[in-house]
C-alpha cells in the first residue's frame, strides 16, 4: 500500500505563489505516473497536471497551463506543484495521485492512490 501525504497549501492573494509538496511512503518505489487534481466546493474534481515518472513529459490543463509547473524526485518520493499568478478560481483542494503505470493521464480514474488533500485559497 502507499500513503500520499500533501503539504503546502494555504491563503495567498491574487498574482501570489505556493508550492504544494506530496510525499509517497510505503511501497512508492513500485510508482510511476503522478498528478495533481484539485475540487472547489459544489464542484467535481478536475485535473490539473501530471508528470512522467521520470519527469520527461508533462501535461496540464489548459486552465492552468503557463502558471503551474508540475515536478517530482524520486529520490525523495515527492511531488510538486508550483502555482504562480494565483487566481481566486484556483481556490480548492488540491490533491495529489499516483498510478502504478507510467504514462500521464488527466482522468482520475487512471489512477490508483490518493492523498487527503491541501486546501489553497486565493483571495481577490
Known amino acids: 500500500q502507499v500513503q500520499l501525504v500533501e503539504s503546502g497549501g494555504g491563503l495567498v492573494q491574487a498574482g501570489g505563489s505556493l508550492q504544494l509538496s506530496c510525499v509517497a511512503s510505503g511501497r512508492a518505489s513500485t510508482i510511476y505516473g503522478a498528478g495533481w487534481f484539485r475540487q472547489a466546493p459544489g464542484k467535481e474534481r478536475e485535473f490539473a497536471a501530471a508528470?512522467?515518472?521520470?519527469?520527461?513529459?508533462?501535461y496540464y490543463a489548459d486552465s492552468v497551463k503557463g502558471r503551474f509547473t508540475i515536478s517530482r524526485d524520486n529520490t525523495k518520493n515527492t511531488l510538486y506543484l508550483q502555482m504562480n499568478s494565483l487566481k481566486p478560481e484556483d481556490t480548492a483542494v488540491y490533491y495529489c495521485?499516483?498510478?502504478?503505470?507510467?504514462?500521464?493521464?488527466?482522468?482520475?480514474?487512471?489512477?490508483?492512490?490518493w492523498g487527503q488533500g491541501t486546501q489553497v485559497t486565493v483571495s481577490s
Open positions: 508528470v512522467s515518472w521520470y519527469g520527461s513529459a508533462t
Open positions: 495521485a499516483l498510478r502504478k503505470r507510467d504514462g500521464i493521464y488527466s482522468n482520475k480514474d487512471a489512477y490508483d492512490y
